[in-house]
Each structure stands twice: as C-alpha cells, then as structure tokens.
C-alpha cells in the first residue's frame, strides 16, 4: 500500500525543509568566529580621539561608545546629540567627490561640536561660527559621494549655507563645496568596489566599514610605534595625532610595530575588537594637525617607505591596524587592552 502521491509531497518538502534549516544553522555556526577565552593584558588606553568631519580636527575624549560603525561620544559627555566618528564629509558640487586635507590642508582646522539637540556649530580660523542643522532624508538631498576605489556613499546634504561656509574656507569661492552628513542607517557595501582588498583580508568585509572612513569602524596604534618612528626619522617629533587613529595604547612592556600581530583586542571588560587589516598610509601623514603644515621632506611617510612597505594590494607602508567591532560598549581613557590571537584547532 503506498501513500498517496500528496502525502509523499509533503513528506519529502517536510524532510527537505528540516535538512536545509538545520544545516544551515550548522553552517553558520562553523563559521562564525569564535572569540578567544586566553587574552593577556598589554597596555592601556591612552588617547581616544573622534573625528566628527573626515579630515578635520579631532575630539579629543575620556570615554566613548563604541558602535558597529565607530566610537560615538557618550551622554555623559554630551547631552543634546552624540558626535560620532566620521560622520560629516566635504564634497565637490559638480563631480561628487570627497575632499580631504591631502589636497587643502586647511581642512584639518575644523572644528566640530554640539550646539543644541539638533545643530552642530563648525568653526575654522577666521571664519564666523556656523551652525548646521542635522538634515534628513525627508526634506534634504541625498548625494551619493564618490569614494576610493569608486564607491559611492550615501550623504545627506547639509544645505546651501553649510556648503557656501565650506566652500569659501576651504577654496575661497562662493560655491563649489558641499557637506554631506551621514545618518547611520545604511551600511556600506565593498564587495564589489573591494574585492582585491577583500580577497588579501579575508576577515575584513561589510560589516568592518565605518560611515566617512577610509574603510573600516575604528583604528588603533601602538604609541611605542610612532616613538622608535621617530627615531628613525632622525630627532623629529612626529605625534601619534599625525596618524588619525581612534586609540592609542600605551604600556612599560610594548614594543614598537607590537600591534601588527594582535589578532583580537578587548578592552576593559566587555568591547572586542578584531584586527581585519593592517593600516596603509598616505601622505596625509605628512602634514601637522596643528599648524597645517606639510613636512618639507615628506616624513615622516618617507622613513615609513624604507622598513614598513607592505606587500598587499595597497602598496603604501604600514601603521596600526584597522579593526571591527565585536562586541559594543564603552571605554575609558586607562582601561586595560587586552589581546588575543586566533587559536588553532
Ligand atoms: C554586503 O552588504 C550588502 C548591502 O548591505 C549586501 O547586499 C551584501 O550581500 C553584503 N555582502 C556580504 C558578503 O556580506
Ligand atoms: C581570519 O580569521 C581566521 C579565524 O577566523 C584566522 O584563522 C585567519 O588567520 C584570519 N586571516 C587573516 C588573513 O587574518
């Protein structure tokens, strides 16, 4: 006696459904990664800096939050809104393309804060305050911004008087510039406009990427590094502020370029962050943050060129490391960095 043809239908989806639920449930938990139980303590935080406009001046703060797409400010820092990492970008009217200090190194005078639950005050030398009221995609316009390796982003337009105040600072004209501000509520795709990247760093992917980052939520250096960087270059004072990174850590027992290695790292007790590529270096790095000055010998990218050249697809040398975030939360200046590296099975 055989079943008839609807019941053995609906047996086999039934039995085809189970397998492809519970194998993929297997799947995906083989591939995620695990995080590791073994981690020893390196150093502190040192430094924590945010900056609100991509290649701007920085944030210099005690405490943020650190979220999938960067560190924020906290609320007890700031109560009417939160400054986050990155959030604002200048671009050109016409072709749509960031703008940064590599080219008007004026940029990096720019001063971001909060003026009242919904305006950021801008300020610059010479220039009058100017207060920009947070746009929404509802009543503003969505520009997408060209960005390396020719991918685009998504920036709200922050209006006619931001992009004159921007325009007339940065290259002395009326027009021509634009700041877009970026709402945090897309992620960025880099399959396509990345994939050579994406196939050197296996573990770096979408969920890596900032808002107006070069590429990933959050970067960190090793103080020790710019130290013995600064030897090389012979009595210089480089600072760690010429490198842009979100953390500096600092420890007695760190050893330059220590940081290349940490697979993991956590810090204080909850946030992990995952090394997903090493951190190249342009010639952004050539110019002071305080003065606006570039280097008359290129350094210290030069020096960088001679023992730091890295072998990926970016060519440029290498300093610190670009990280995904793990797991959210907060960290304080003086909180303990743990690492970890990935453990062999
Ligand atoms: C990357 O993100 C895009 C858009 O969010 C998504 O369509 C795509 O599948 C993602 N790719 C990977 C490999 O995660
Ligand atoms: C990526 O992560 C895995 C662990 O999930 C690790 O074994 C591997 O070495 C990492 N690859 C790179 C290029 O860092």
Same mark, same amino acid.
């Given at each position: 006696?055989g079943?008839?043809?609807?019941?053995?239908?609906?047996l086999? =989806?039934?039995?085809v459904t189970?397998?492809?639920?519970?194998?993929a449930?297997?799947y995906?938990?083989w591939? /995620?990664?695990?995080i590791?139980?073994n981690?020893e303590r390196?150093? +502190?935080v040192k430094?924590l800096?945010?900056y609100?406009?991509?290649?701007?001046?920085r944030?210099?703060?005690?405490?943020a @939050?650190?979220t999938e797409?960067?560190?924020k400010? =906290?609320?007890?820092?700031?109560?009417?809104?939160?400054?986050r990492?990155? &959030?604002l970008v200048?671009?050109?009217a016409?072709?749509?393309?960031?703008?940064t200090?590599?080219t008007?190194p004026k940029?990096v005078f *720019?001063?971001v804060?909060?003026?009242? @639950?919904?305006h950021f005050?801008?300020?610059?030398p010479?220039?009058r305050?100017?207060?920009?009221? *947070? !746009?929404?995609r509802d009543?503003? #316009? &969505?520009?997408?911004v060209?960005?390396? /390796?020719?991918?685009r *982003?998504?920036?709200?337009?922050?209006g006619?008087?931001?992009a004159?105040?921007?325009?007339?600072?940065?290259?002395?004209r009326?027009s021509?510039?634009r700041?877009?501000y970026n $709402?945090?509520s897309q992620r %960025?795709?880099?399959t #396509? =406009?990345?994939?050579?990247?994406l196939?050197?760093?296996k573990?770096?992917?979408?969920?890596s990427?900032g808002?107006?980052t070069?590429l990933?939520s959050? +970067?960190l250096?090793?103080?020790?590094?710019v130290?013995?960087l600064n #030897?090389? &270059?012979g009595?210089?004072?480089?600072t760690v502020?010429?490198?842009?990174?979100?953390?500096?850590?600092?420890?007695?027992?760190?050893?330059?370029? $220590?940081e290349?290695?940490?697979?993991?790292?956590?810090?204080g007790?909850?946030?992990i962050? %995952?090394?997903v590529?090493?951190?190249?270096?342009c010639?952004l790095? =050539?110019? $002071?943050? @305080?003065?606006?000055?570039?280097h008359?010998?290129r350094e210290?990218?030069?020096t960088?060129? /001679?023992?730091r050249?890295?072998?990926g697809?970016?060519?440029? !040398? %290498?300093?610190?490391?670009?990280? @995904? &975030?793990?797991r959210?939360?907060f960290?304080s *200046?003086?909180?303990?960095?743990?690492?970890?590296?990935?453990?062999? #099975?």
């Amino acid at each position: 006696m055989g079943l008839s043809s609807v019941t053995q239908t609906v047996l086999v =989806t039934t039995v085809v459904t189970a397998v492809t639920v519970v194998g993929a449930f297997i799947y995906k938990k083989w591939k /995620q990664v695990k995080i590791p139980s073994n981690w020893e303590r390196v150093g +502190s935080v040192k430094k924590l800096h945010l900056y609100p406009l991509k290649s701007g001046h920085r944030v210099e703060l005690q405490r943020a @939050e650190v979220t999938e797409v960067g560190i924020k400010q =906290t609320q007890d820092d700031e109560k009417a809104f939160q400054l986050r990492d990155r &959030v604002l970008v200048v671009y050109g009217a016409k072709d749509n393309e960031f703008r940064t200090a590599r080219t008007y190194p004026k940029m990096v005078f *720019i001063d971001v804060s909060v003026h009242d @639950e919904n305006h950021f005050a801008i300020d610059a030398p010479t220039m009058r305050t100017l207060y920009v009221k *947070i !746009p929404s995609r509802d009543d503003s #316009k &969505v520009a997408n911004v060209k960005w390396w /390796q020719d991918e685009r *982003i998504q920036a709200i337009d922050c209006g006619d008087e931001a992009a004159s105040w921007f325009s007339r600072y940065i290259i002395e004209r009326d027009s021509g510039l634009r700041l877009g501000y970026n $709402d945090a509520s897309q992620r %960025r795709d880099i399959t #396509k =406009t990345h994939a050579k990247l994406l196939n050197y760093y296996k573990n770096l992917s979408n969920k890596s990427i900032g808002l107006f980052t070069d590429l990933t939520s959050v +970067s960190l250096v090793n103080q020790h590094s710019v130290n013995d960087l600064n #030897k090389r &270059v012979g009595n210089s004072d480089i600072t760690v502020e010429q490198f842009r990174h979100n953390i500096v850590v600092d420890g007695p027992d760190l050893q330059p370029y $220590d940081e290349d290695t940490w697979d993991w790292i956590k810090i204080g007790d909850n946030v992990i962050l %995952r090394n997903v590529k090493d951190c190249t270096r342009c010639i952004l790095t =050539t110019i $002071d943050p @305080e003065n606006g000055i570039r280097h008359p010998d290129r350094e210290p990218l030069k020096t960088l060129e /001679q023992y730091r050249k890295h072998s990926g697809p970016e060519k440029s !040398p %290498r300093l610190g490391n670009n990280l @995904e &975030v793990t797991r959210t939360g907060f960290i304080s *200046i003086g909180d303990p960095v743990y690492i970890a590296r990935y453990e062999t #099975k």
